[in-house]
């Protein structure tokens, strides 16, 4: 009998460390946007296949293949460790116990310069400027190639995807007031174009962040509760009050007195917030600083535009981000729009965000992903690996699937956007075309309907994903792995996507938008059912090798339609979140269908078959073929093999 000589802390077993390859890798000596690579995430490749025109291959997929690298390499995920073992900090008092309004919030090293990378690497600026396409000159979904970067970001970048959110969805807001007269607020044209001008740069020098202040003690999502007022200063108060922002901008006319229970990104440049005034709740654009003045003389140092922070939050997660209690005094303010019309504006900031929330579901999952399958290429069992362990595959086949759909309906969602920005025409010479409705009244009715579905169900989704991710490692999975750059640290991912079924409203809160966008506030037919029922059809007549899936898709349509025409509100209501459900189950099938359909790949087919059986009643099973078929799908869809190689083990 062999002698086991004993183990110790540094003799013994020990694991070979997984290796996590860049998400998203692309061949250089390729032209072809569908050409086979070695990408860990398959979804990348299919969306840019399926919503960017193929000359832009190269334009786009370069940048990303290298920013891909960048995302995990050893010197930027130290900066994720930074920013979750330095959390930010607050300093009330000066040294002999003044109130300090100068820098009363400190983040750490690895918070700052990840937020710098994600402004250099255009998170924010690329959904706004048409980068050079040398001459070729092809219009594009600037959007697709934003989100995408988001997409490859969010898994290293410790939350500073938040603040860009926001930032993102108030460049929307304050692009919509560009070319306002100055009215009665002399100045604000040239401030909001100098802020939308800081928003939308890729220069982390020049750049801004936005933080959006909603949320109060009385109210949470219920705006309605507000308790902060706005007041118009007088001639004579302006006179004498401070004149300038930090970059030397003009102060608003109004100030803003009051109390935000729970604010976000409270290291941003500049915040939109809702108050009441006169006329009703109104939307405000305030700068976070101002400079200092004393006397007659204004000083090129700054501090706090009327802001104290009051404490910042304990968090379960998403402890890099800086959020506080905030109470305004004398915070100086331009008003937004026309007063009175605040929930109105903010509502094109929410769109964004909400999206974003979803992106940032979709991106913790895909890393999550990423560490599980790494690990399972090494971690050894009963004397084999753990990939080879088919009940394993199967499971996280199963959930790289369910991954699949809920990244397909966030950048559906994020293709709906950037059309509507722009000319529909952009997406003719694409896969896509069929999916994106040029008619620009349908194409809002469906980013209407469909976004409160995208942000409540992929947050949903990513947190049972992750923690499936973090069940596949046993132990390892559940501790806070921070060593090695912290890749393998999926607890962390866990922890911080909790929060997006929580922020940009929770899931009850979408499943009552769905039903206002459905049937509004009464019995009026919004137009929403119709543009969804064309949709739907436009979508499944282009999958001819789906028939039975799309006559399951069709009865459970028609079901959706009939209980959401024949239920009053308040029944309908009261099942909001199996209404979110089931109509995301209809629209996933549809897009995961329609990319299979678009250019023949078997394992794509796979996946939308297998997502229709498991979603759709009344559908046929996803386990049709022997038992040594599904095991070679199964190893296919979530390890990932070359095509060539898989086609010649199994057929549909």
């Known amino acids: 009998m062999a002698v086991v000589q004993p183990s110790s802390s540094t003799a013994g077993f020990f694991q070979a460390p997984p290796v996590i390859p860049p998400q998203y890798t692309i061949d250089p000596s390729s032209a072809s946007q569908s050409a086979s690579s070695a990408c860990d995430d398959r979804i990348v490749q299919r969306i840019l296949s399926l919503y960017l025109p193929q000359p832009l291959y190269q334009h786009v997929a370069a940048p990303l293949s290298e920013f891909a690298r960048l995302a995990v390499s050893p010197k930027v995920t130290a900066l994720t460790v930074d920013a979750e ?9 000066t040294t002999f116990g003044a109130s300090n309004s100068v820098d009363p919030l400190r983040t750490g090293e690895g918070w700052r310069s990840l937020k710098d990378i994600g402004i250099a690497e255009g998170v924010v600026a690329y959904g706004y400027h048409d980068e050079s396409t040398g001459e070729l000159l092809i219009p594009y979904n600037r959007r697709i190639q934003q989100f995408v970067t988001l997409h490859l970001w969010h898994g290293t970048a410790a939350l500073t995807t938040c603040p860009m959110s926001m930032t993102d969805g108030t460049a929307v807001l304050l692009r919509r007031h560009l070319r306002d007269a100055d009215g009665d607020q ?10 939308y001008r800081r928003l939308t740069s890729s220069d982390p020098e020049v750049a801004w962040t936005s933080g959006q202040w909603m949320t109060e003690r009385k109210g949470g999502s219920d705006v309605s509760g507000t308790e902060t007022v706005a007041r118009r200063l007088s001639p004579t108060e302006m006179v004498d009050a401070a004149k300038v922002d930090a970059v030397g901008m003009p102060l608003g006319s109004w100030s803003i007195d009051g109390f935000k229970w729970f604010s976000s990104a409270t290291d941003a440049d500049m915040a939109v917030l809702l108050a009441q005034t006169p006329e009703g709740l109104s939307a405000f654009y305030a700068p976070m600083r101002r400079r200092r003045q004393h006397g007659a003389t204004v000083e090129a140092d700054t501090e706090m535009n009327g802001v104290r922070i009051q404490r910042l939050k304990n968090k379960m997660g998403t402890r890099g981000l800086p959020t506080a209690e905030l109470e305004l005094k004398g915070m100086r303010a331009f008003l937004i729009g026309e007063e009175g019309k605040g929930v109105k504006e903010i509502s094109a900031i929410l769109n964004v965000t909400r999206l974003g929330t979803a992106s940032g579901a979709c991106g913790y999952w895909t890393r999550g992903l990423a560490v599980a399958r790494a690990y399972s290429r090494v971690r050894r069992i009963r004397g084999g690996l753990l990939q080879d362990n088919a009940q394993h595959v199967r499971w996280m086949a199963d959930e790289t699937v369910k991954y699949w759909a809920a990244s397909h309906l966030m950048f559906f969602g994020v293709a709906l956007l950037g059309a509507s920005e722009h000319d529909g025409n952009m997406m003719q010479n694409t896969k896509a075309k069929e999916l994106i409705p040029q ?8 980013l209407r309907v469909l976004t409160p579905v995208i942000k409540a169900q992929t947050s949903l989704a990513s947190v049972e994903g992750l923690r499936a991710c973090m069940e596949s490692m046993g132990g390892v999975g ?14 962390r991912i866990f922890r911080d996507s909790v929060v997006g079924s929580i922020w940009e409203g929770t899931t009850s809160v979408m499943g009552e938008d769905l039903v206002r966008a459905l049937k509004g506030r009464g019995t009026t037919d919004t137009g929403a059912l119709q543009a969804l029922e064309g949709w739907i059809a436009n979508a499944l007549a282009c999958n001819t090798d789906f028939e039975v899936e799309c006559k399951a898709i069709n009865k459970s349509w028609a079901a959706y339609r009939a209980d959401v025409q ?15 459900n089931r109509l995301e189950s209809v629209v996933c099938a549809c897009l995961m269908m329609y990319d299979a359909a678009g250019d023949g790949d078997y394992i794509a087919r796979v996946a939308a078959k297998r997502w229709v059986s498991s979603r759709i009643n009344e559908s046929p099973s996803n386990r049709t073929s022997s038992m040594q078929d599904e095991m070679v799908m199964d190893r296919q869809i979530f390890l990932g093999i070359p095509q060539s190689t898989a086609q010649s083990r199994a057929r549909l």
């Open 566 to 580: 024949e239920r009053g509100l308040d029944e309908l209501h009261y099942c909001g979140r199996d209404l979110l």
């Open 85 to 93: 073992l330095n959390p930010p900090t607050l300093h009330t008092l």
């Open 439 to 446: 008619d620009k009244k349908t194409l809002e009715l469906l």
């Open 478 to 491: 559940y501790c806070e792995n921070n060593e090695d750059g912290g890749v393998m640290n999926v607890a």
């Open 186 to 195: 002399p100045g604000v044209v040239k401030v909001l174009a100098e802020a």
